[in-house]
Every structure is written in C-alpha cells, then in structure tokens.
C-alpha cells in the first residue's frame, strides 16, 4: 500500500481494498475485475470466445448479479473469467500472488488462484 498509506485491517489480512470499498459504499455494488491486466492490453488482448489459449480475468464481488455482469462484460470484449468471490477471497488476486498481472489462460489463472497463500 506503499500509494495509499498503510491500513491496519490490510496489513493484517482481516480485509481487502476491495471489501474495504465495498463498506465505505454500502449501497453499491463493487466489482473487482480489471485489476490485472493493464489498460492498453483490454484493447488488445482479447479474442473470440472458443479461442485457443485465450487470456483470463477475475471477478470478484459480494453480490453475484453483479459479479455475472461483469462476467459477461469480459466475454464480450474477448476474455473469460473466473469467479473469485466474494470480496474476502480477492486477496488471491492482490500483488506479490501467483495470478497478479500475469497473462494467463483460465486453467492457469485458476491453478495460480490455487497457489496464493495468504502472507499475513
């Protein structure tokens, strides 16, 4: 969190930036999804459901029709995805893991999503 300070509740693995949004906007609906691919490559990257070795995102959420929204926005500008909700599971996809920022395919997404250890 060297960007936005240093919070107490992250730092000990009790929450996630994204569960701390989520709080902070009760009446919204968070979704995190785009938080490992960079801005550039969502133009692109992406490719016709069906193709080989298409590149994966993640979506996580606490409120499911939410997460499938942005699901299906994945799919349609060319990308699948994984679920990995809710909120509390997104520490996953957080720097320093397997799955950070690197471009994979669903099976190896979901194998690294398998490998991440929470460091707390």
């Not at 730092?11 to 989520?22: F, I, K, V, Y």
């Not at 968070?30 to 490559?41: L, P, T």
């Not at 499911?64 to 990995?84: E, H």
Request: hydrophobic content about 35%.
């Amino acid at each position: 969190m060297e960007r936005d300070g240093r919070f107490g509740e992250l730092d000990r693995g009790e929450a996630t930036p994204s569960g701390l949004l989520q709080e902070h906007l009760p009446k919204s609906k968070v979704v995190k999804a785009f938080n490992r691919i960079g801005a550039a490559d969502i133009t692109t990257d992406g490719s016709p459901s069906g193709t080989p070795d298409r590149r994966a995102l993640m979506v996580s959420s606490d409120h499911p029709d939410a997460a499938g929204f942005a699901r299906d926005i994945c799919d349609r500008i060319g990308f699948d995805t994984v679920d990995v909700s809710p909120l509390s599971e997104s520490w996953r996809v957080e720097r320093d893991r397997p799955a950070y920022v690197v471009k994979q395919t669903k099976a190896e997404l979901e194998a690294n999503l398998a490998k991440a250890t929470c460091t707390v």
